[in-house]
């Protein structure tokens, strides 16, 4: 590979170099823009442009360490040359930790900066074209960007979820605490012909007993004291969309009788009239408990539990999504790092392991809370995750301090459950994938208790 980007971006506040210095790259046939500062830079940049980075170190309103975490933040696979007549070895050693592709001392022989771009440029090219490839294998679409996930009981969640998706069908998510119900819940409204309308979402839950009729049914004025005005309740305020119950195993008793009428007579009556208002909406529920138990001890109503079940949609807990663990915290270390503008780090193998080992009581909003702490971290690289662990307690989670081999093993069903389910069980393309023989791979996959027909879509 041999060509060249479009663009270098060369940054620096010495205005005769940033001059010469474009003039020469320009006559080596490289597209250059330049800038007196990072800032100005930073305006425009994007993490798909096919470029190299050229920055000084020493430069106002924001110098070159800096510049490289932001740009670093933005694409971590950003080529970024930094130069610098102050620089020591020090200095460098930091900046190729931090992400720089290479570190040159003015002054400098034009050839070994010609050099250092054209490897940065060829591996910028590869980055973008590897991640082009990436996008038309996996095909992937909208469903896929909010569900995230390759595990099979994720793979079954999107599938049946786009059944009912355009659909009035009632449906009742059934997870545990944290595991996303709410974003399904979403996902069922942006998908449906409703999706021009509201998505309103209730925590029922959340609500004061002696508040929960008004909050869903509205009231009229002087309906009680203190009502000064007339209220719209949610039930209303969904007109035409999708209104969304959650945690409706915690709904008064009293309140599911006027919920179940609601929704047999499609119409409501706020507090205070007698004249029934006609809604048109699409109820989707959610719980973290056992419904049916509750119904068995009184504490839910049979003929409200039918209604609401029509369709039934189950949110696996993280601790049984196997790679999807992996998969997700690089996502949500991704966005921590664009959120708080910190440079994104790469998790090492025994890292890995410990993200698999753990129990995740708390799901997939444990695990968010847990990359936003890890990429906010001080400490070093390697030292941050059992730090985290340690802080809050959930060292116990890995029984006896086991050993790096026992973790290792985890990080390998892990990578094996993730090639298999982006390959839909297709054991020629994890063997080519992973660089395995198919011997190898068979005796893993039985060591693991790995097998092939899990993974296949239905």
């Known amino acids: 590979m041999t060509s060249r980007p479009g663009k270098i971006y060369l940054v620096d506040d010495d205005s005769d170099l940033r001059t010469a210095t474009a003039q020469w790259l320009e006559l080596a046939d490289y597209q250059v823009e330049t800038f007196p500062d990072a800032p100005s830079a ?27 975490a932001r740009l670093t933040a933005l694409d971590k696979d950003l080529p970024v040359v930094l130069i610098t007549a102050h620089g020591d070895v020090q200095m460098a050693v930091k900046a190729i ?3 720089a592709y290479d570190f040159i001392e003015k002054p400098f022989e034009p050839e070994r900066l010609l050099d250092v771009l054209q490897r940065a440029s060829e591996k910028r090219q590869l980055v973008l074209e590897n991640r082009d490839l990436r996008r038309q294998l996996n095909g992937t679409g909208a469903i896929e960007k909010r569900l995230i996930g390759d595990c099979p009981a994720i793979q079954r969640l999107r599938a049946e979820l786009l059944d009912v998706a355009d659909t009035d069908a009632p449906v009742l998510i059934q997870g545990e605490t944290g595991t996303g ?41 002087g309906a009680f004291t203190g009502a000064d005005r007339r209220r719209i309740g949610r039930f209303e305020y969904a ?5 969304f119950l959650d945690e409706i195993g915690t709904m008064p008793l009293p309140i599911q009788v006027k919920v179940l009428r609601a929704l047999q007579e499609r119409e409501i009556v706020r507090i205070g009239s007698n004249e029934p208002q006609p809604i048109d909406i699409r109820l989707i529920s959610a719980t973290n408990c056992d419904l049916l138990a509750e119904c068995a001890v009184g504490q839910f109503r049979n003929d409200l539990y039918y209604r609401i079940n029509v369709v039934e949609l189950r949110v696996p807990p993280l601790r049984e999504r196997g790679g999807d663990i992996l998969l997700l915290f690089d996502y949500f270390i991704a966005q921590a790092a664009i959120t708080y503008k910190r440079p994104t780090v790469s998790i090492q193998a025994t890292d890995a392991a410990l993200l698999m080992h753990h129990k995740w009581p708390g799901n997939v909003r444990e695990l968010k809370n847990i990359a936003e702490r890890f990429i906010l971290s001080s400490l070093p690289d390697a030292q941050r995750l059992p730090s985290i662990f340690g802080s809050t307690g959930q060292a116990s989670t890995l029984p006896g301090n086991p050993p790096l081999l026992e973790l290792l093993r985890h990080y390998e069903r892990s990578l094996l459950e993730q090639s298999l389910s982006r390959h839909n069980g297709d054991i020629q393309a994890v063997t080519e994938e992973l660089g395995l023989p198919r011997r190898t791979l068979n005796e893993k996959l039985t060591r693991h208790n790995l097998e092939r027909k899990d993974f296949i879509a239905h």
Do not use: W, Y
């Open 239 to 243: 007109e035409g969309g999708t209104l």
């Open 42 to 68: 930073l305006a425009r940049i994007n993490p798909q442009m096919a470029a190299v980075v050229i920055s000084d170190v020493k430069m106002p309103k924001m110098n070159g360490m800096e510049f490289l």
């Open 97 to 99: 930790r931090q992400g």
């Open 181 to 221: 119900k709410e974003v399904v819940a979403q996902c069922l409204h942006e998908f449906s012909s409703r999706k021009s309308s509201k998505f309103v979402a209730v925590n029922c839950g959340a609500i004061p007993e002696n508040m929960v009729e008004t909050e869903l049914f509205g009231h009229e004025r």
